[in-house]
């Protein structure tokens, strides 16, 4: 087991935490996420932070790819 599987298995991320992320993967910037998911800056920043915490993760990227690798989010298919 390599140290991004390793790490942060503590707690099952919610949906928005999951939403935010996979949209953040798509390289669109917080307040652009925000936008498409209809919430507040301030609420993506927070499901963003809740994420990377509950993955262990030390980084946005660290956190999308923990979530990628452990099959918690996919890619949308929208182009990007």
Same mark, same amino acid.
């Given at each position: 087991?390599?140290?991004?599987e390793?790490?942060?298995?503590?707690?099952?991320?919610?949906?928005?935490?999951?939403? +935010?992320?996979?949209? *953040? *993967?798509?390289?669109?910037?917080?307040?652009?996420?925000?936008? @498409?998911?209809?919430?507040? =800056?301030?609420?993506?920043? &927070?499901?963003?932070? @809740? $994420?990377?915490?509950?993955?262990?993760?030390?980084?946005?990227?660290h $956190? +999308?790819?923990? $979530?990628?690798? &452990?099959?918690?989010?996919d890619? =949308?298919?929208?182009?990007?």
């Amino acid at each position: 087991m390599n140290e991004t599987e390793s790490v942060g298995a503590d707690r099952e991320l919610g949906g928005d935490e999951r939403r +935010v992320l996979a949209l *953040a *993967a798509t390289g669109l910037m917080t307040d652009e996420v925000a936008a @498409r998911l209809g919430m507040s =800056p301030n609420d993506a920043r &927070r499901h963003l932070a @809740r $994420a990377i915490d509950a993955l262990g993760a030390g980084s946005k990227l660290h $956190a +999308v790819v923990i $979530a990628f690798r &452990r099959g918690l989010i996919d890619l =949308p298919n929208d182009g990007r």
